[in-house]
């Protein structure tokens, strides 16, 4: 009688051990993100669009504000005349 209680002894004690030692493995996290509101951008931002200018009239590349007057307004002028690009 006190072998049979000590098996049942022994075979609850290694039970409780694994489960004890093993524990519960947490669900995985899914994280949510979201991303921030952007802003509205223009279609075509100014610069892309006096690159093109340069690029076109065969141009080397300079800041509108180094160019001089003349060049200046053939670039607004050439501006004027391309509405599909604003």
């Not at 075509?44 to 669009?49: D, H, S």
């Not at 300079?62 to 003349?70: G, M, N, S």
Request: proline share 10%; glycine share 2%; hydrophobic share 30%.
């Amino acid at each position: 009688m006190l072998l049979k209680k000590l098996h049942f002894c022994l075979l609850g004690a290694a039970l409780a051990t694994s489960v004890l030692t093993t524990g519960c493995q947490p669900a995985p996290q899914t994280e949510v993100t979201t991303q921030p509101a952007q802003p509205a951008q223009p279609a075509q931002p100014e610069t892309v669009i006096y690159n093109r200018w340069e690029s076109e009239t065969h141009r080397p590349h300079k800041e509108i504000a180094q160019r001089p007057q003349e060049e200046q307004k053939a670039y607004h002028d050439w501006r004027q005349q391309h509405p599909e690009i604003r």
